[in-house]
């Protein structure tokens, strides 16, 4: 029996009639008696009609995303469609579009972000993140739950999660369930974060048994190519851009999607799943000391063999903390729980830098490892994302990328990425490779045609401005177009010459810089470029002009961003502030638009 507290205004046998109701009913049943008495009190017992439609009215939930990459829009848009079956009343809000005064409104906040780079928010939630972390209003009354999404291998892990969820609290929000961090592998860290919510929250007072319609079961639907089931593309092309000379290896593939159902847009993203690579795969075995052939299980794929788990399944290169402390665990190294201590992060953070894996494995090693205890430390081998630089009218059936394979040595070591190189050297013409599409809706083209573009990509940050030209030309766009490429050498790196050439030629592309860092004695680069071109570009900004931007987040972007603003104040007869200012309008009308990695 559930006792009612003795200050209830109540006498002793309406308590006893009270308790035992309580104690029968479900907690779909108690959110209906509490509507009910709510619409009672509110209309002194009132109409029939008006007591159900205020113990049936769903209760609200605004779902807050703050996305970089569309994996936290996707998540939010599945916390809506389970929150509508279960009778709430759901709205789906951007970070991008926000305002603190708009959580105000809400009876229960769930907000799902992501972090990346050192720590930050996504860009297109950075001015809301700004304005919630400066906030002093008052929250009281909102129950809230935060997913925060991040990867292990960077040191500010779920940074921007973390910052979001303290900060609800502090403004006076009720948490309902804790916060879940999750790792580039965050499915099953999710559902079960979305679990807990779901049994907090109980099911609405509006929720009822889903009405099926007549006609028995439907036929069978065609399989679909997704994340959980990935096309197995056959490569059509895979050839080297950049010259004999370069110190580059820029690629360039071709991907075969026939048959596949997948369509994209230009600015979409194709994520590759990659292998490791043998010589890795081998050195990991020699390190361990364990036998290829050893058999372990690995959750999602069954047993297979300790080589093909290592080569197929897990991230067996990047280091973490978190990694390195279940090491610890298993090796019992008492020189590695040194380095973990929290008075060393200095230490910690000098060691870890530029080594893998491998290096932990040999710096600090186990005795009598076993294949699982080896297993355990990893990680799932995560998807590789790359911008596509294709348009699908000018390539049917077909998707392309622009890849840079990186190879470089630390530590004394040859090191490679996992899945540039995989693409470079074991992806030939001929193959298949595992791909599905992801869309990026924060990297569009302009609905008008009519509407001029400047777009800056040095490197392979050109790849989806390939695809924006090639779209325009399929659709005869009339817009002008004004293209910056730079790289290291015009004779070894200028990639697409020919193709720009001749969209320039056929006035598809308006007017292209080029800015190639090693041609002269004095490094020129993408943004000297812009601060040259000052004038024009502002004049084209003015008149309406989307600015796209591709490429390197930590020098790169900054650089472009920096002049962008030097333009702006120099040709608007703006301070610096205001110039930040109109930048800032121009990213909130997704006028200024930036891939960065």
């Not at 009910?36 to 009609?49: E, I, K, M």
């Not at 847009?265 to 799943?273: F, W």
């Not at 200095?346 to 490892?369: C, H, N, T, V, Y």
Request: overall charge negative; charged content about 25%.
């Amino acid at each position: 029996m559930i006792e009612i507290p003795t200050f209830a205004p109540l006498d002793d046998a309406q308590k006893n009639h009270l308790s035992g109701l309580l104690s029968t009913v479900s907690a779909e049943q108690v959110a209906w008696i509490s509507g009910f008495l709510a619409g009672a009190q509110n209309g002194a017992l009132g109409s029939a009609a008006t007591l159900t439609a205020a113990a049936t009215a769903p209760r609200k939930i605004t779902i807050l995303y703050g996305t970089e990459s569309g994996n936290c829009e996707e998540l939010a848009d599945q916390l809506a469609k389970t929150a509508k079956k279960k009778g709430f009343k759901p709205s789906l809000l951007n970070m991008s579009d926000a305002k603190v005064a708009d959580l105000k409104k809400a009876e229960v906040l769930l907000t799902v972000v992501s972090t990346w780079g050192d720590g930050e928010p996504p860009e297109a939630a950075e001015a809301f993140y700004a304005e919630l972390m400066a906030s002093t209003e008052s929250l009281a009354g909102v129950d809230f739950a935060v997913c925060a999404l991040g990867d292990t291998s960077y040191e500010l892990f779920c940074e921007t999660g973390k910052q979001v969820d303290a900060q609800l609290e502090k403004l006076g929000a009720k948490r309902i369930v804790d916060r879940a961090d999750c790792d580039v592998d965050y499915e099953e860290t999710f559902n079960k974060w979305a679990d807990s919510v779901w049994a907090k929250l109980g099911e609405s007072a509006a929720s009822t048994a889903a009405v099926v319609g007549g006609g028995g079961a439907s036929a069978a639907s065609s399989v679909v190519f997704d994340k959980k089931n990935p096309f197995p593309a056959e490569i059509l092309d895979n050839q080297l851009l950049s010259g004999d000379n370069s110190a580059k290896e820029t690629i360039h593939l071709e991907f075969s999607l026939e048959g596949s159902g997948m369509s994209y847009e230009p600015g979409d993203v194709l994520c590759v799943v990659p292998h490791n690579a043998k010589d890795v795969v081998d050195a990991l075995l020699a390190a361990s000391g364990l036998s290829a052939s050893d058999e372990v299980e690995i959750k999602g794929a069954g047993k297979k063999s300790l080589v093909d788990a290592l080569t197929l399944d897990l991230d067996i290169t990047s280091l973490s903390r978190k990694i390195m402390t279940a090491w610890q665990v298993i090796s019992g190294s008492a020189d590695l729980e040194k380095l973990l201590g929290a008075d060393v992060k200095a230490e910690f953070k000098e060691w870890i830098d530029g080594r893998q894996i491998i290096d932990m494995i040999q710096s600090f090693p186990a005795k009598d490892l076993t294949a699982s205890q080896l297993v355990s430390i990893f990680r799932k081998l995560p998807p590789r994302l790359y911008s596509i630089a294709s348009s699908p009218k000018a390539h049917p059936d077909e998707v392309h990328l622009t890849v840079a394979a990186v190879r470089y040595d630390t530590h004394d070591k040859s090191r490679k990425g996992v899945a540039s190189t995989f693409l470079a050297d074991d992806a030939p013409k001929g193959s298949k490779v595992s791909v599905y599409i992801h869309p990026n809706k924060n990297f569009r083209l302009p609905a008008d045609g009519n509407t001029p573009l400047i777009m800056v990509g040095p490197g392979t940050g050109i790849a989806p401005f390939r695809a924006f030209v090639e779209e325009r030309a399929e659709t005869e766009a009339k817009g002008e177009s004004w293209l910056f490429f730079g790289d290291q050498c015009y004779n070894e790196d200028f990639l697409y010459q020919l193709e720009w050439q001749e969209h320039l030629k056929n006035g598809d592309l308006t007017r292209l810089d080029v800015a190639f860092s090693r041609d002269q004695p004095e490094k020129c680069y993408v943004q000297h470029k812009l601060l040259e071109n000052a004038a024009e570009i502002w004049q084209w900004l003015e008149k309406g002009a989307h600015f796209y931007v591709c490429g390197d987040a930590s020098r790169m972007a900054k650089d472009v961003n920096d002049a962008l603003i030097e333009v702006i104040s120099s040709q608007g007869g703006k301070s610096t502030e205001e110039a930040a200012e109109y930048l800032a309008a121009l990213k909130k009308d997704k006028r200024y638009q930036r891939d960065v990695y």
